[in-house]
Each structure stands twice: as C-alpha cells, then as structure tokens.
Nanobody, 121 residues
Framework: QVHLAESGGGLVQAGGSLRLSCAAS????????MGWYRQAPGKQRELAAT???????NYADSLKGRFTISRDNARNTVFLQMNSLKPEDTAVYYC???????????????WGQGTQVTVSS
C-alpha cells in the first residue's frame, strides 16, 4: 500500500504565505510525477502545479509567479510554497503522486486526504 500524508494548511491573511508538504510512504518502487490540485467551495477540483522526477514544473496560469512547487526525491516528498495569497486561493489542497508500488508493479495515482487553506481578506 501507498500512503500520502499532507501537512501545512491553515488560516492566513491575504498577502501572507504558507508551505504545504506531502510525503509518500509505503511499498514504493518509484515515484514519478507529483503535484497539487485544489478544490474551492462549490467548484470542481483544478490543477495547481505538477513536477516531474526531473524537476520540470508546470503551473496553472493564475498561480504562476506566486506559487512554487518543489520535491525531495530522497524522501518522496513534494512541497508547494504559496506566496502573496489571495482570498480566492481558499480551497482544500490535495497532493497526488504517480507511483509504481512494489505490491503490483503498476503505475497508479495516489491521493492525499486534503488540507484546508483559508485566506482571509
């Protein structure tokens, strides 16, 4: 089994910063792409940022210049540094990882449980 554990969400004022972390653990052979999605109240889940194992990052257009995704391959951990936060960034943030597990040797997407980010105006 593979488990993703997120941390770092919370309440912050507009203009502030937060850093999210997500660590993959369990029966892992290899972790490929990792990333973050977010879901605001009443809206569909949307891509925030992704990063390949070679550190190629991709961002939603609205987040470029404010959010930075990074990863620590040795610890199977992905981070999302969020700066200049706005009230519209309020959402539940979900991490995911594309993992080949030692259990079935198949590449599958695994998801974290989500962490709440609330930005007050």
């Amino acid at each position: 089994q593979v488990h993703l554990a997120e941390s770092g969400g919370g309440l912050v004022q507009a203009g502030g910063s937060l850093r999210l972390s997500c660590a993959a653990s369990g029966s892992i052979f290899r972790v490929d792409d990792m990333g973050w999605y977010r879901q605001a109240p009443g809206k569909q889940r949307e891509l925030a940022a992704t990063i390949t194992s070679g550190d190629t990052a991709n961002y939603a257009d609205s987040l470029k210049g404010r959010f930075t995704i990074s990863r620590d391959n040795a610890r199977n951990t992905v981070f999302l540094q969020m700066n200049s936060l706005k009230p519209e960034d309020t959402a539940v943030y979900y991490c995911y990882a594309d993992v080949i597990s030692r259990t079935n040797w198949v590449s599958s997407d695994y998801w974290g449980q989500g962490t709440q980010v609330t930005v007050s105006s």
